[in-house]
């Protein structure tokens, strides 16, 4: 069995126990009064269930994120609590809807997404929480880029917000995600600017006790040189995004095989624009083989794309192999439902 088949049972089967041992609400609440172990333990669940996501696609994962939101909007709605209690739970539920939005944008399901990223923006706003916020427009620009709609305002919006971040992580995490919709856009100064400060924020310290999970994860140099790659190659800049990439893919572990996958596909892209054909093929072929099991709709359909840029040179070797690859028909990821 291959080492990402067994990580996506193994983690499969850890995401169903944990789902069925936590299907009530934790016990930590006196009728409907509830408390920071109540807290607590909704947030202990979302560090852990956030840790799926390495290894599984959102089709996989969706429900898993979901049925948290549902708790923490019951809790919302129905408990009763101080003031304190209550922010915490209006930043744990603007968490959990990021991470449920997330998955059901690598699902492709984008009405989900939406709804789940505006709500966690009003949730934080209530809860005055204005990283969490920024994360939150963030991810809806990034998830907008999708739907054929660049939206620079709301990734200016992230940036004020960032840049009165006093948290490394959190900068780190909203310039890159920015810097991405600009790309997109076809606006290099800006991204330039944008790769610039997320690199000063690496730079000015490791992460601290304090840095909230949602963002830790991108203030890595891996991490950073994967998106300059990834944005000089949409901006057509192969000399500065392929060493990137090399760099950052030699480093990644296939573990990680949706997001390996993708960006594998942006080094092929790359590759391609650098007249290096045989090399794009082999990243391709690779990607290929990274997301045949990933039960997301992104890296089919972002494969699909590069795929066709090979159409026109059918006679360099392992081109057609790579062209009989292409899906017969469209990605779709069926939604996984509970019970």
Not at 68 to 74: D, F
Not at 79 to 84: L, N
Not at 312 to 324: Q, S
Request: hydrophobic content about 40%; aromatic content about 8%; overall charge negative.
């Amino acid at each position: 069995m291959l080492r990402r088949d067994f990580m996506k049972i193994g983690a499969g089967i850890a995401a169903t126990t944990l789902n069925m041992q936590l299907q009530e609400i934790p016990s930590g609440t006196t009728g409907n009064r509830i408390g920071s172990s109540t807290v607590s333990q909704l947030k202990d669940n979302i560090l852990r269930l956030r840790r799926l996501d390495d290894h599984l696609g959102g089709a996989d994962t969706y429900q898993l994120y979901r049925v948290e939101v549902e708790k923490t909007e019951k809790l919302l709605k129905d408990g009763s609590f101080s003031g304190v209690t209550k922010r915490e739970l209006l930043n744990l539920y603007a968490e959990q809807a990021q991470q449920a939005g997330w998955a059901a944008f690598d699902a492709g399901w984008q009405g989900d997404a939406k709804h789940l990223f505006e709500w966690s923006f009003n949730a934080a706003k209530e809860a005055n929480n204005a990283e969490l916020a920024g994360n939150a427009l963030a991810l809806r620009s990034y998830q907008l880029l999708s739907t054929g709609t660049v939206a620079t305002d709301l990734t200016d919006k992230s940036f004020t917000i960032a840049a009165n971040s006093a948290d490394p992580a959190v900068k780190s995490l909203l310039f890159q995600r920015g810097a991405w919709t600009y790309a997109v856009g076809g606006h290099s100064e800006q991204v330039a600017n944008a790769l610039g400060r997320a690199e000063e924020s690496l730079a000015s310290g490791g992460i601290s006790d304090a840095a909230p999970d949602w963002a830790a994860w991108a203030h890595n140099s891996t991490e950073l040189q994967i998106m300059a790659g990834r944005c000089w190659t949409e901006l057509r800049r192969p000399l500065r995004a392929v060493p990137a990439l090399e760099a950052a893919m030699a480093e990644y572990d296939d573990s990680h095989a949706r997001d390996k996958a993708l960006y594998l596909s942006w080094l092929a892209d790359a590759y391609l624009d650098a007249g290096e054909v045989e090399h794009a093929a082999t990243a391709l072929g690779r990607a290929f083989d990274l997301s045949s099991h990933v039960a997301s709709a992104r890296p089919q359909q972002r494969l699909t794309t590069v795929l066709d840029r090979f159409e026109e040179h059918k006679a360099v070797a392992g081109v057609p192999d790579l062209l009989a690859r292409r899906p017969l028909h469209p990605v779709e990821v069926r939604r996984q439902t509970s019970g």
